[in-house]
């Protein structure tokens, strides 16, 4: 008897140890993992120092076509929270991002929550347009969404820290607004014509009133490339509006702009923006704040001289 009594508190034991070490290797959900940098920057903003923030997405790198490694895709599998563009941005890392949300993680794609728009022409007709990110108004959206998923999602913050960082990064992106919508007045309302390297910026077009005349890559993906014939097509829309600049995007080639504003057959210059990622630390659009305003002056300074 005595026997069987110290067996069966061994076994006891042994199962406790179990549970014990089963418990021991879940995940601690107090990590945000963001896909893109823009977004990144965005959210560790919201998050302040309250949980441990990791973006996937390089400086400089393409949102349509980054990879990521297998450590940074086991990380998503582990995270509290991942805050990912959506409707198709991220084409490289979507399985990912499914995979990680097929494993219970908690996934909040941020554009498709900030009442998107769609592409009005070309390729893209009728798809929805991820790049809300140029429409401050929605930024400003986002950032209370993101606030209250993180507080819903990631375990150990305070909530009313997250809500406060909100508030006060909030408030900077009001004045951004502010900004650009004093500095995009200089422009005349006939100048406001905007010729791209793919389709981008049809959210700040909507939201500070221009018109975009057409995009070089007649797309909203850079995975695309154009015909012959395209080139030529957006060429005459291009003469005919007297566009006087076109906008290339830093992280991508020029060449294919400044064919065409040499088949256009004007004095049209070629100016960059930082459309798509943010740069590194120093190079003009180390932060989104940073981004806008610098795409403010090059759009306003491409534009708005006679």
């Known amino acids: 008897m005595k026997g069987y009594r110290s067996f069966a508190a061994l076994l006891v034991l042994s199962l406790l140890v179990g549970v014990t070490a089963c418990a021991g290797v879940q995940p601690e959900r107090t990590r945000v993992v963001v896909t893109t940098n823009i977004l990144g920057d965005v959210t560790s903003n919201v998050v302040g120092d309250q949980a441990e923030v990791t973006v996937l ?3 400089g790198a393409d949102p349509h076509s980054f990879g990521i490694s297998a450590q940074q895709a086991a990380l998503l599998e582990r995270a509290g929270l991942v805050v990912h563009n959506g409707m198709g941005l991220e084409e490289g890392v979507l399985r990912h991002v499914e995979a990680a949300r097929e494993a ?22 009728g798809r929805p347009d991820p790049h809300f990110w140029t429409d401050p108004r929605r930024v400003r959206e986002a950032v209370d969404l993101i606030a209250e998923q993180v507080i819903a999602h990631v375990r150990g913050v305070d909530p009313a820290v997250v809500r406060a960082n909100a508030e006060r990064y909030g408030a900077e992106i009001e004045q951004l607004d502010a900004l ?39 797309s909203g993906t850079t995975l695309a490339s154009p015909s012959a014939s395209d080139l030529a097509s957006l060429a005459g ?30 004095h049209v210059q070629v100016r960059s923006l930082f459309s798509e990622s943010l740069s590194r630390p120093g190079e003009g659009a180390g932060t989104y704040l940073e981004l806008m305003r610098s795409n403010t002056d090059a759009i306003t300074g491409g534009l708005a001289r006679s």
């Open 57 to 59: 997405m390089e400086a």
């Open 104 to 125: 219970g993680v908690a996934v909040f794609a941020a554009g498709e929550a900030v009442h998107p728009i769609v592409y009005a022409t070309d390729e893209s007709a």
């Open 180 to 218: 650009m919508t004093a500095r995009f007045a200089e422009i005349p309302p006939q100048r406001r014509k905007l010729v791209t390297n793919h389709h981008v910026f049809g959210y700040l077009a909507q939201r500070y009133d221009f018109e975009v005349i057409g995009a070089v890559v007649p």
């Open 237 to 266: 829309t291009v003469r005919d509006a007297g566009v006087p600049t076109i906008f290339a995007d830093s992280s991508q080639p020029d060449r294919l702009a400044r064919v065409l504003a040499e088949q256009a057959g004007l």
